[in-house]
């Protein structure tokens, strides 16, 4: 099945460029249209080069699962604590709720990586594997647009921080 899609591919690919090089007869479109949805597959040389880093996307998602889970269990014993009595006196509860911080940056990368290693070797499902998604930027391109949002978060956390510090010195209002 894989090396029919590769073979079919490798057919999309030549009658693309058949078809650029202005060798637009009925055949050569024909060819195209038939074959388009396996256009990815002509870039595949090894079948090894389809599958994903199994291991990776094995303990990313256990690990962003289960964190997940801990955060809905840890959230319904505050609720429970919550209706029940204060929970400003509750100090094992806020304890835990700041060590869960750090895990929830664990669990948002852990779902990143399943996402990005998941979808592997694809750009566009079917269309276009990552190695043949190159992109014509330059690398001062991307510095520039590094440093702007650099520039804009910095000055936006600075602005955060101003704001949180007048209310801070204020107090609360009684």
Do not use: H
């Amino acid at each position: 099945m894989l090396k029919e899609k590769m073979e079919r591919g490798k057919q999309a690919i030549a009658a693309l460029k058949d078809y650029r090089g202005g060798q637009k007869t009925e055949a050569n479109i024909k060819t195209l249209k038939e074959n388009m949805k396996y256009f990815g597959y002509g870039y595949i040389k090894n079948a090894d080069e389809t599958v994903p880093p199994i291991g990776i996307n094995f303990w990313a998602f256990r690990i962003m699962v289960g964190l997940g889970v801990l955060f809905i269990l840890v959230f319904a014993v505050i609720l429970f604590v919550l209706y029940r009595k204060d929970i400003t006196r509750a100090r094992l509860l806020q304890l835990a709720g700041v060590a869960l911080i750090p895990l929830a940056y664990i669990a948002s990368e852990s779902g990143w990586l399943v996402a990005e290693f998941g979808r592997q070797p694809w750009t566009i499902q079917d269309m276009l594997p990552t190695w043949a998604a190159v992109s014509d930027l330059n690398s001062g391109s991307v510095a520039l647009t590094f440093f702007l949002f650099l520039f804009l978060f910095t000055a936006m956390l600075l602005v955060e921080v101003s704001i949180m510090c007048k209310q801070i010195k204020k107090g609360p209002e009684l």
